[in-house]
């Protein structure tokens, strides 16, 4: 988190002149996100595994991006609006037999080589959501701007756990909340004529859904946690 | 092209061996099947069936007395309500006076 706020601060120079006026606008921009996901029911899944002899792996840390809008409406109030996609993994894997990795690169003349490992059991829970948050400007000094918010998530997911010979995936959607603090700085840089500015934002999001297929019985993807995100945004 | 498919062959048939590998840590049963199972000491003993999602799917074995060492079972791969299961992982608890003592894990396919 220190390093991302020092890398803001490096990056995201006051724009020459910057000012404490405030002038309304929106921008669109990418942002690249980290959460650290309850995901109770894959830990029990993963220790179900574990205790049938397997050494399932399950990740701590859901990846993800977003596209999203960014609109100062007043003053004191800037709303947000995005469709982002998380993805949270885990499995079971065996090494390759390593002859058998040699005679593959050597018969396909290097076409083909195993990246190490077999993947025998893949558990992929992906969240695709659309969120909603209006902000609290809380100061607003030289291009620089600190604001807190809060609202609704709609996220729909899909679980899917592969096996050498199987597929299983279930589906489900369900409405959470997010709340969360944001540092964003003008940046000196331009893109054309565009104004750049890049922000930062942490927080905590309670978002879990349940799998609907009957098979599931309501089978829980617990996404909830906080989460830290970084992204650049142009003017419109 | 043909010699590059001869050429090829050898690996092919080395990645289809890889991806039937039979030394996984779980069973791959296409039909009825019979398992065993080591009971430490004597006691009440339970055998379910839970599926991907934890969920119990079939009780084989219910509140019944069992003897200490080696016990057998089976299981015809159907749900509770006598349907086949649908492909995926299964796995089976052993449980011993409410204690969870085993699991073991299999991988049902057609």
Known sequence: MTLLMLLL????QPSEGGTDSFSPGFRIGFTFMASFPSMQSEKDFADMNTAAGLNFELG??????????LGDVS???RIRGS??????????????????NIFLVLFT??????????????LNDQAISIEAQAYYVLSRTAGMSVSAGAGPIYTFATRKLDSPNTATSGSGSGLGFVASLRL???????LGCLPLMFGLEGGYRMNS??????????????FSGPFVKIGSYIGL | MGKLLLFLMPALLLISAGCNDSTYPFEQVTEEFTFTYDLPNEGVVDLIVLNCYMNNIRTLLADTAQSSGSHTSSWDLLDSSAIRVPDGLYYIRIILDEDVIETQMYEVYQ
């Open chain 1, 9 to 12: 601060c490096t990056i995201g």
């Open chain 1, 60 to 69: 701590s840390t859901a990846w993800g991006g977003s596209v999203e809008v």
């Open chain 1, 75 to 77: 003053e004191k109030f």
């Open chain 1, 83 to 100: 469709v982002g996609g998380t993805n949270f993994s885990g499995g079971y894997s065996e090494d390759y037999n390593a002859m058998q």
């Open chain 1, 109 to 122: 003349l290097g076409l083909f080589s195993g990246d190490g490992e077999d993947h025998v059991i893949d």
């Open chain 1, 184 to 190: 964003d700085q003008e940046s000196t840089f331009k």
């Open chain 1, 209 to 222: 859904v349940k799998i609907s297929d009957e098979e599931a019985d309501d089978y829980e993807l617990d």
